[in-house]
């Protein structure tokens, strides 16, 4: 049998047959502490190649390092869920010779699996393999939990190569992705800055206006007649996601249920819900701290699932299928519940949707948290600058001054009420919000198109034009 | 999101468009306890269908039931990997309209990833199911452990149902197939009969014949070189296989040895093992008795794969590429290594390859245990009935007279005679054997084809024609 083990990278990439015009796909599973995607680059730009599409489930500050390949050439095209940092600056001002194609979790294994987006090589960033090839994620100086994110592409993609820094001598127990779907793997010294990859503790907001909007957003949960026995969760990882986490775990211990499921990127909060008993499982596509990346590791019930699994809308059912709740931000939500996280009211790009419309798509409660004003803008406006999901899969938005419930959703309206929640028309919500900031100045864009929004379902749905 | 519980397997069925000409698919680790494709059968039936195609990974006497299908119509075509009993007999006979196809454990993976062998409808017998639908095969009362040959089919198949008599209210913790695989979940009163699914305990051969050929084939590994730390191996449930284990394990600790892993269908001998620390893992494609399901269940290192990742030769890497040794057993052997386990020497299919043939070519060292002389008809013959596996992939003949090198192995020949086994000429074993049997009348095989042979690449190999 052929030997899997490649010293370098650039050997790697050379016996994958790397050429000009290649798409290479990344996770992003080690955040703002990988080396991977930008020593991977640095070879590919060492061997002259130009015209690669980078396909990262998603893009941090630290991948600044592309920003001089797409300079030169060697990168034309990227593909993510999710991008921040310098290199989302340099696009958002037109550095890109074509748009960047945002997808949301879900959509991007939706992709894979039906060939729309087709990768020739997924490097995979991997905490630990054995003399098999076998990877995981939970062991290792560079442990991250989870690589949810890097299973579609290592199902589907024509190469595979495992970069590590951690070679276990004995086979692993834990299986993340199995050798099968691996053709070769890369010893080298670090592939990331633990410090960047999980932080040690993510610690709960102290913003008043940020803990009252949890708290009203788990008056609205406890008010759906949503949370009984088996309920299913989702929240992100903001100060007031992670903050309603506090507050639910009070509901739950005093009304003694017993939930289902914790769902999406998995944090501390879920980790002692799930060891104290309060929910069956947590699945887990990605890790956010050290807690989580211990959990899984130590813990039967606390699964690893693939983004397949997660989210994707193709797939015979998703995790997001079955949330009851899911709470999500937002930098804008407009008059028809549209929201939008991919750019900010300026039109830079400064995220994107990961799970957001996938969730919310799938949550019987979808639930927006967001004060009603950030920086001096409000977050309630007209329309969205960029759509990333759609208003008739958002039922509620939760602000500091008022909660505004869909129109679609009468039902629940009517319930908050008979909670006596403060619940107001989102116009009142928007009028408030301008008559604190003032009418914001209409900002006006470039003409070139540097990027591509994709709804989970594969539609296109939006673009985003350069700044000016 | 609709609901996945369908009442009975009809309805699924009816769900999934069940129409004449289709293949269905089935998996054996329930063994000769499997009520789910003769249920499934019934259901099919019943509802008027012809034409089907049943591919079950293996088909053991409980599948008698199927006979009166054949004899109805309904089941017009066979897919499988070894079939034995009533079912294997009419087949022989000649009742099939179309030849069986006979595949390995890792060429079915291989023609349904390429698509040579397209499932309309996986019906999964599943020993535990949750409320998203998620599988194990570990719980519940007809658990069975890895559930590794189902994989491929629910990965690949267009429409999925899973039959569980094990509907677990929490979510489960271990998941050998995830609901994004799952289409429908039916719950009927009772998947199998466990008596038949795992021997509560499979003892060792009293048998001295079977004990010596045992402590030769350990004897030949010992020579081999190949027994150091890091030590893969596969063998058999059969007599002299299971007993090998005994001696190999024994040697292993005299020599203070670390293997790396035990592979194939597991047995309480493989777990000992495990438990002693004698080897890194158990990788588990199916469960042979109870000690092997109670320890997948608990233990991390013995870790549960699928079928591609077991033997399939498009894979990426297989895990029998990785074996030092596996001893494997025959029906016959002939001068050129050939193996036959499909046919007797009649012409009456009695098996398959199962992995037979993957595990040949997958190992440094194969080796073929089999006494010279069973029912007064010889092992060792000039040329075998039925083609399984090529002598090419085959290193040694191990019998109660002596021990065949492969003429292409002339290094092992050497190591053995240096370590004093008794080597001697496979044609010399042919000659004794026909000295103890005389030489058999040749058979005379009816005109119609009922079996095609595939190799585990893909290529037909041989023919099986009805018996007289």
Chains 1, 2 share one sequence.
Do not use: W
Request: net charge negative; glycine share 10%; hydrophobic share 40%.
């Amino acid at each position: 049998m052929k030997n899997k083990f490649i010293a370098t990278i650039a050997d790697a990439l050379r016996q994958c047959g790397l050429a000009d015009g290649m798409t290479l796909s990344f996770h992003h599973h080690l955040r703002n502490g990988d080396h991977v995607v930008n020593m991977t680059m640095d070879a590919v730009a060492a061997m002259g190649i130009k015209n690669i599409t980078v396909a990262c489930s998603s893009l941090f500050p630290v991948h600044e390092h592309l920003v001089q390949y797409i300079k030169s050439g060697v990168i034309t095209g990227i593909d993510t869920d999710y991008m921040s940092g310098p290199l989302a600056r340099a696009v958002s001002e037109g550095l890109l010779p074509t748009p960047v194609m945002f997808r949301s979790h879900g959509g991007r294994p939706r992709a894979i699996g039906e060939g729309s987006l087709k990768i020739d090589i997924a490097v995979i960033a991997a905490p630990a393999v054995d003399a098999l090839g076998n990877i995981n994620g939970s062991e290792g100086p560079s442990a991250c939990g989870s690589l949810g994110y890097a299973m579609p592409d290592a199902k589907h993609a024509r190469h595979v190569v495992a970069v590590t820094d951690h070679l276990v001598r004995g086979g692993l127990g834990r299986v993340s992705i199995p050798h099968d779907q691996v053709d070769h793997v890369v010893v080298v010294d670090k592939i990331g800055d633990p410090a960047g990859i999980v932080s040690g503790s993510i610690s709960l907001t102290r913003d008043p206006v940020a803990l009252a909007i949890a708290r009203s957003a788990q008056a609205v949960i406890r008010a759906s007649g949503l949370l009984k026995d088996g309920f299913n969760y989702q929240t992100g990882a903001g100060g007031a996601s992670l903050a309603a986490s506090i507050f639910l775990q009070e509901d739950m211990r005093a009304m003694k249920l017993h939930g289902g499921f914790l769902l999406g990127g998995i944090t501390r909060y879920m980790v002692e819900m799930l060891d104290e008993g309060l929910f069956d499982n947590v699945y887990d596509v990605q890790c956010f701290d050290l807690s989580s990346v211990q959990s899984i590791a130590r813990n039967p019930r606390h699964v690893e699932i693939s983004a397949d699994t997660y989210a994707n809308p193709a797939s015979k059912s998703a995790c997001v299928d079955y949330l009851d709740a899911a709470l999500l931000g937002a930098t804008e939500v407009d008059l028809n519940f549209n929201v939008n996280v991919t750019t900010d009211s300026n039109g830079n790009i400064i995220g994107g949707s990961g799970g957001h419309n996938d969730a919310a798509a799938g949550a019987k409660l979808t639930i927006i948290v967001a004060p009603l004003v950030r920086a001096r803008l409000p977050i309630v406006v007209d329309k969205c600058t960029t759509l990333t999901t759609r208003g008739e899969t958002v039922d509620v938005l939760v602000t500091e001054r008022g909660i505004a419930v869909n129109p679609a959703r009468k039902d629940l309206a009517d319930r908050l009420r008979d909670a006596r929640l403060p619940v107001c028309d989102i116009a009142e919500l928007h009028e408030t919000a301008m008559k604190m900031t003032g009418k914001p100045l209409p900002f006006e864009h470039g003409d070139k198109v540097v990027g591509t929004v994709e709804y989970r379902d594969g539609t296109i749905v939006d673009r985003i034009y350069a700044t000016k």
